[in-house]
């Protein structure tokens, strides 16, 4: 068995038939039963050995047996390590999936090799792009990853909406969302539709009134305000 192995780079072990004392039977021909967290299969042993190819894809202490009826099972384990990167995981970490406008949640991303095991030696490029669905004025356009694969950024908006974050080009990017941005606590009212000049004795048009939060974000769970319009200035009333 190797002293260890990256996830999908195939290896193979050694299967031996022996004696008490530890040395290999020659002359032994048989079927043994190799079993792992891949499964298990028949391996055949000619003149004591057999050999059994296998390739893991999740990182950690892989261990296998060798069984054979009337003898003693063989065990042994390998450490398969994250092979080289591919990718970036990238996820948002807020509580729920909303956040109120002007907010901040943090994005964190994480190298990744081809089968999503997170890369703790990483050699990729120390600075990743970094692009916002749709778009927001003054949001990060790229963030840094250290040596050990982790990067975190501060991530936010004034305007409500449905965000996604993608991070790093090409075949490495990865994303994440969307994050629902929504409108904060009410704290100003607003002209929808304005008022328009037109002759005396014609009825105006109609007019909305609008209740926004800090950032002119429509709040519109509120439903039981009366507003009173009247004429600043000028001749006339309603």
């Avoid at 530890?22 to 079993?35: E, I, K, L, Q, R």
Wanted: charged fraction near 5%.
């Amino acid at each position: 068995v190797p002293s260890g192995a990256s996830a999908g780079t195939s290896f193979n072990v050694n299967v031996l038939a022996e004696d008490g004392t530890g040395h290999m039977v020659s002359g032994y021909n048989g079927t043994a039963t190799f079993t792992s967290s891949k499964g298990s299969a028949s391996v055949t042993l000619t003149s004591g050995m057999g050999t059994v190819p296998l390739t893991f894809t999740t990182i950690g202490v892989q261990s296998f047996t060798a069984a054979e009826i009337g003898l003693s099972t063989g065990t042994n384990s390998i450490t398969v390590a994250a092979g080289p990167f591919t990718h970036y995981l990238v996820a948002n970490l807020l509580s729920g999936s909303s956040i109120v406008a002007g907010k901040s949640w943090v994005v964190q991303v994480q190298a990744a090799d081809a089968y999503g095991n997170l890369v703790t030696s990483y050699t990729g490029p120390a600075t990743a792009a970094v692009a916002v669905s749709p778009t927001v004025s003054g949001f990060p356009s790229s963030m840094q990853i250290g040596s050990n694969g982790l990067g975190l950024m501060l991530a936010g908006s004034q305007q409500v909406g449905s965000y996604t974050i993608t991070v790093g080009s090409a075949s490495a990017a990865g994303s994440a969302g969307p994050v629902n941005v929504v409108a904060g606590p009410a704290v100003r009212l607003a002209f929808g539709t304005e008022p328009v000049s037109t002759a005396t004795g014609v009825t105006l048009p109609s007019i909305t009134v609008e209740v926004e939060d800090l950032y002119g974000n429509l709040v519109t769970g509120d439903n039981s305000d009366t507003v009173n319009v009247g004429i600043a200035s000028g001749p006339g009333g309603f």
